[in-house]
Structure formats: structure tokens, C-alpha cells
């Protein structure tokens, strides 16, 4: 018999769970579209609030990748894939489905498989190396949307892991060429993270990101970050970008202002680590991706560019 009869709400679907959580592995496999939707919902919620909670249906959880329903699939996906970011060995098992799902008819299915292999590749890139290709070759062909849509999954990858995407670096070169703003943006994105690990790879295309803080769409931003991240290791490969950095620490967005303060602070330059001291009392928050612990951080400008300073300051 359908377990559906007895449950009406997500409320009611929440208490149970709180109560025993074994019990939605039945809810997860019963015919009912609709309740095993609104399960996988309180899941996702729950999931939010105290992965572990949710850890022991994980397994049932991942069968419904392969459910008939659009939306059943599309909902697992998108729980699957926020319960990823707190446990990504958890959803390890559904590595195999997350691959096949690069190639769902469904855009939101496959922005939320991508993200969920790339939280996996982070710690085990052997297990999703072969979804970067296949990223690869939907960037090149299709609509805007599908190739706009591999490239920022790829963006995932190159923050998660690096030398998942480095083998690529020719292409992400060649897509800053491309009339997509979103690939080209996301392409700046992916080489700041490769020239991290490996700046030899990205030096030709350096002058060009230096010309890119000139544009006013956000390639400024990641351009400045790209150099950040480049500068790291290397600071005077970034040396040209100073004068157009400087004149960004007034820009009216608070990112372009926290971005070129990390890469001012990485170039190591006496005048742009004294022009930072320009942001110390700007208390506008940000939302920045730190590389070294690869993890987002609420921080404000005024932080941010204490930060650059004292690192240029230590490595001079």
C-alpha cells in the first residue's frame, strides 16, 4: 500500500523525519510523485540545518536520480547536490548518475549535477576527471545557454580543483575570444585559477586581463581576480595591472574594489600596498572565495584589503 494516504503536509513529512529518519527511505521509494517530492524537499531543508541528520537516507536519496518524474529527478538533483557542500563523500555514490546527468534535457539537472561533481572533485578528482571533456565539448557547440551553462560549471571545477581543468588551459584561452560574456567571464575566472597552480600556462593571455579591468561589465572583477590569484605566486608577472588597480580601489562595486585590493596586496609594490590603506575604513560587504582554504568568507573591503597588505608587507 502507498504510504501517501497518511501524509498530507511537509510539515507533518518534518516531524516524522525528526522523529525517525529511516522511515523516508519507504516515502523515497513510493509511487506517489507528489510525496516523494515534498520528501525530498524536507531533506534538502533538514539537510541544510544538520547534514548528518539526513546522512542515512543519502542512498535512497540517490535512486531518484534515475526516476521517471522530471521533477522528482530535478529535486534530488538540487538536494544531492546542497548536501554535497557540507558532506561531499556522502554523495559519492551518485557519481555515475551525476555523469550521466551532464547530458539531461534539463538545464537545471545538469547545473546541479556539475556542481555536485565538482564538490566531489575537490577531494577525489579521480571520480569526475571524465565529466571535464564532456564540460568541454558542450562549451564549444550548442546554444548560448548550454555552452554558457558548461562554462560556468566548469568555473566550478577550476575553483575546486584546479588541475582538473589545467590539461584545458589552451581552450579557456581561446574562449576569451568568444562574443559570450558568460563564457568569456568564466573563462577569465578558470585561467586566474590555473595561473595559481601553474602561471607558465596563462602568461601570454596576462596583458589581457590587464586590458580587461578597463571594461565595465563584471570581467573587470574577475580579471582583477584572476591576477590576484596569479600574483600569489608570482607578483611580478601582475606588475603592469598596478596603475589600472589603483584607479579601481575607488569603483563603485564593492567586489571590483575587495578583488583589487587581494591583487594589489599580491604584487607586493610599496605605492599600491600604501594606496590600500585608501580602503581600510570601507566597511562594504563582500562575498569573496578564499583560494587557499577554497571555501566562500563574508568579509568586508575594509578586511580585505588589510589582508593584501599585510601579506605584500610579509613577502617583500
Excluded: W
Excluded at 510539515?11 to 516523494?36: G, H, M, N, Y
Excluded at 551553462?149 to 580543483?161: E, K, V
Excluded at 576569451?176 to 595561473?195: F, P, S
Excluded at 593571455?205 to 582583477?224: G, Q
Amino acid at each position: 500500500m502507498a504510504m501517501s494516504a497518511g501524509v498530507k503536509s511537509e510539515e507533518e513529512l518534518e516531524e516524522i523525519a525528526r522523529r525517525d529518519i529511516t522511515l523516508f527511505e519507504k516515502f523515497l521509494q513510493d509511487p506517489d510523485s507528489e510525496l516523494k517530492k515534498r520528501a525530498i524537499y524536507v531533506l534538502s531543508r533538514l539537510g541544510e540545518e544538520d547534514p548528518l541528520a539526513v546522512e542515512k537516507v543519502v542512498k535512497p536519496l540517490v535512486s531518484c536520480l534515475e526516476d521517471d518524474d522530471d521533477a522528482v529527478r530535478a529535486s534530488s538533483i538540487a538536494a544531492l547536490a546542497t548536501l554535497g557542500d557540507s558532506m561531499p563523500d556522502a554523495i559519492k555514490p551518485g557519481v555515475e548518475m551525476f555523469l550521466k546527468l551532464l547530458d539531461d534535457e534539463h538545464l537545471n539537472a545538469r547545473r546541479n549535477a556539475a556542481y555536485a561533481l565538482a564538490l566531489i572533485g575537490e577531494d577525489h578528482p579521480e571520480l569526475v576527471k571524465e565529466a571535464v571533456p564532456k564540460l568541454i565539448s558542450y562549451a564549444k557547440s550548442g546554444s548560448d545557454i548550454i555552452r554558457a551553462n558548461a562554462t560556468c560549471s566548469l568555473a566550478l571545477f577550476a575553483r575546486g580543483n584546479p588541475a582538473l581543468v589545467k590539461p584545458y588551459a589552451k581552450e579557456f584561452i581561446a574562449a576569451l575570444d568568444d562574443e559570450n560574456e558568460v563564457i568569456k567571464t568564466n573563462a577569465t575566472y578558470i585561467l586566474g585559477h590555473i595561473g595559481q597552480d601553474n602561471a607558465e600556462l596563462v602568461k601570454e593571455i596576462i596583458p589581457r586581463l590587464v586590458e580587461s579591468l578597463k571594461n565595465d561589465s563584471i570581467l573587470k572583477e574577475n580579471a582583477a581576480y584572476a591576477l590576484a590569484l596569479i600574483g600569489i605566486n608570482n607578483p611580478d608577472l601582475i606588475k603592469d595591472a598596478i596603475p589600472l588597480l589603483l584607479a579601481l580601489l575607488k569603483d563603485s562595486r564593492e567586489e571590483v574594489r575587495a578583488t583589487s585590493a587581494c591583487a594589489l596586496g599580491a604584487t607586493c609594490n610599496p605605492v599600491a600596498l600604501k594606496s590600500l590603506r585608501d580602503l581600510i575604513d570601507d566597511g562594504s560587504l563582500v562575498n569573496v572565495y578564499h583560494p587557499e582554504g577554497r571555501v566562500f568568507v563574508a568579509t568586508t573591503v575594509s578586511e580585505m584589503a588589510r589582508h593584501a597588505a599585510k601579506k605584500g608587507m610579509k613577502r617583500k
